[in-house]
């Protein structure tokens, strides 16, 4: 398998007035290509500051992070802000789309970001949304769609630059049961198509659902049910 991200001995602290708060401790693991994990933990935990780091969102204060085998530690502020867009398919809980745009254009954003002309990328967020099972709502904006229609056009959005890995922070949080149950489907629909998925959760009853649980506690990996080793 393609390694497709590698952690190693992340910390992160926060300076808070004379108080430093260690947000995490030494964070090392690796993401294989195909794999479908989930990250646990209770608040506090270290979870949110994890999925920025990955995500590229902020940078840790030590340690070492790689997507797909490249130093993303030393990137500008540019470079790290095109790695978000063609390495990572983003999925949050509360959705995150543009309110006037139809669900077609929605999922056409990171694609305009990207350079495609107009053509294609119509063709490929048209594609994604009938993945999805959205081919009839592609014309609606997220008011006139339930919370599982918007989440599957959240979703599309993350696919449709065929990224390295998705990255969905508490992406049933905002829906009910039944919902939540289909997106989660879907996510395991994704992954058999070789979709790699990393996914935030508080919850057990989604993180059961993934190959793989990484558990942190304190800012530290506590288990890993794939891992060779855990750092203390």
Known sequence: MTKMLEAKGLTKVYHMGAEQVHALRGVSFTVESREYIAIMGPSGSGKSTLLHIVG?????TSGELAIEDRDVRKATDNELAEIRNRKIGFVFQTFN??????????????????????????????????RVGLADRMGHRPSELSGGQRQRVAIARAIVTEPAFILADEPTGS?????????????????????????????????????????????????DTGGSEVRA
Not at 56 to 60: A, E, G, N, T, Y
Not at 98 to 123: F, M
Not at 175 to 189: H, K, N, P, V, Y
Request: charged share 30%; net charge negative; glycine share 4%.
């Open 97 to 130: 789309l543009l309110p006037k745009a139809t669900a077609l254009e929605n999922v056409e954003l990171p694609l305009i970001y990207a350079g495609v002309r107009r053509r294609e990328r119509r063709e490929r967020a048209a594609a994604v949304l009938e």
């Open 175 to 223: 829906l009910d049961t039944a919902t939540g149950a289909q997106i989660l489907d879907l996510f395991a629909e994704l992954n058999s198509e070789g979709n790699t998925i990393l996914l935030i959760t508080h919850d057990e009853a989604v993180a059961a659902r993934a190959q793989r649980v990484i558990r942190l506690l304190d800012g530290r990996i506590v288990s």
């Open 56 to 60: 590229c969102l902020d940078r840790p």
